[in-house]
């Protein structure tokens, strides 16, 4: 499924993220004929306690640099100077930028340092270190860690394409940004503020001519090469691009969907983990799940029938698969699948519940029975066995026996907190006179 507007500005998208192997041409260019334009938001911050940094400076930098371009009505560009991490948050909503410019501090692990929220409007450092204040002193510095940083800017990855950490030490946060973002770049190392901003330089003058995020990059660091003869410093950048999943995390993460109710969301990354290692059982086997519960039975047979293939003997491949034929009417096809479930794993506790299920359906009510009796065995604790066990006896007029199953069916139910079920058990048990 695509995305009209991505499709309208030349943006592919892929499962609502920009995809990464589209981007081979310059931002503007592909923004250009959609009348849109790019937009930039540079977040610099330079609270109390660090040391002062040239931010108007680097600023400064960044307009020039996209003034004297030639396309330079196709940019927007927005500030937040002695910036908190609310404006930050409130930024990214507002303008929904192409391009994230960070200016400042960073401290590796602890983070970058942006101006704490209880501090914002109370004072600022001006760009020549003078301290100037607003109204009182409060504690300015806060520090935010790459994980959080990480989670922010993954919720904008249908707009966000780079992201340019301008700060020391920040390469922490560029790598753990890249697992969302198309290209992060970084800091492996303390970097000279003069350095910091000729590299700023160099990358806005690239992006102003057209040129592609990773190439960009690559005149930043030839900036700092060649104007300021520094080859060394140009090294302590570090350009990541978007980092693949792995198939077991593409597997995790269609499970937490799969649990939160996302079953198409699951069901893509189940494809994904699939694509990637196309023997992973587990994978075909939960994503024939999701595929049940969003009604594709059929796909959900697949599925089992393609994970039995890779793994014959295990018990609940044949129960998923049984699962599936009996929602499609199949009671036949279902106990058979049954049968095979309970010979690989005589404790199968549903396989016997479903297996007696089925047979009830064909009319098989004393085999049912049996089935039941049995779940009933291996767990005294399944409710639902009690309750279709008193429905047959019910249905044989053993009226004693049918309210003894429907009375324990309704106490296990409410301790498992199963209003309904538990609602249902009541109803028999009245309609016997109990």
């Known amino acids: 499924m695509t995305d009209p507007l991505a499709e309208k500005l030349g943006i592919n998208v892929q499962g609502g993220t920009v995809n990464v192997q589209n981007l081979n041409i310059g931002i503007a260019a592909r923004l250009e004929q959609s009348g849109d334009r790019v937009r930039i938001l540079v977040v610099a911050a330079n609270p109390l306690g660090s040391s002062p940094l040239k931010l108007d400076h680097e600023v400064k930098t960044i307009q020039e ?34 391009v994230l410019h960070f200016s400042g501090h960073g401290a590796g692990e602890q983070g970058l340092l942006f101006v704490s929220d209880e501090s914002a409007g109370a004072i600022y450092r001006s760009d020549s270190g003078e301290v100037r204040s607003r109204s009182i002193n409060t504690n300015e ?9 990480a989670n922010l800017l993954q919720l904008c990855d249908e707009h966000l394409e780079c992201v340019v950490l301008n700060a020391c030490y920040s390469d922490v946060q560029g790598d753990a940004i890249s697992a969302n973002i198309p290209f992060t770049i970084g800091m492996r190392d303390l970097v000279e503020d003069h350095v910091a901003i000729k590299f700023s330089q160099g990358f806005y003058d690239a992006i102003g001519a057209g040129k592609v995020y990773e190439m960009a990059f690559k005149w930043g660091k030839v900036a700092i090469e060649f104007d300021l003869a520094n080859n060394e410093a140009s090294q302590i950048l570090i ?14 993460r269609a499970y937490d969907k799969s649990q939160n109710g996302d079953k198409q969301g699951a069901i893509t990354d189940y494809n994904e ?5 196309p023997y992973y059982v587990a994978a075909y086997s939960n994503r024939g799940i999701a595929k049940r519960q969003s009604g594709d039975k059929q796909g959900a047979i697949a599925d089992y029938n393609e994970a039995i293939c890779l793994k014959p003997d295990y018990a609940h491949l044949y129960y998923g698969r049984g699962f599936a034929k009996d929602d499609l009417g199949d009671k036949q096809g279902a106990i058979a699948d049954f049968n095979e479930a309970v010979r690989l794993k005589p404790d199968y506790t549903a396989a016997f ?39 047959i006896k ?19 139910f409410q301790q498992q907190g199963n209003t309904e079920w538990y609602n249902k058990s009541l109803d028999r048990i009245k309609e016997l006179g109990g």
Do not use: C, W
């Not at 039941?372 to 604790?381: D, K, M, V």
């Open 394 to 412: 019910r249905e044989r007029g053993e009226k004693q026996e049918a309210l003894a199953d429907f009375r324990k069916a309704s106490e296990l």
């Open 239 to 252: 350009l990541r691009k978007k980092r693949s999943l792995s198939a077991s995390e593409y597997f995790n």
């Open 65 to 98: 640099a996209l003034r004297r371009s030639r396309k330079r009505d196709n940019f927007v560009v927005e500030y937040r100077l002695a910036a908190t991490p609310s404006e930050l948050r409130r930024a990214l909503l507002d303008l929904e930028p192409h």
């Open 141 to 149: 510095i806060k520090f935010v860690p790459a994980q959080p940083l």
């Open 353 to 391: 519940y479903m297996r007696g299920s089925a047979k009830d359906d064909l009319g098989d009510k004393q085999e049912a029975i049996a089935d039941y009796n049995e779940a009933i065995r291996l767990n005294p604790e399944y409710a639902n066995a009690y309750y279709s066990r008193g429905l």
């Open 273 to 277: 983990a699939i694509r990637l290692n």
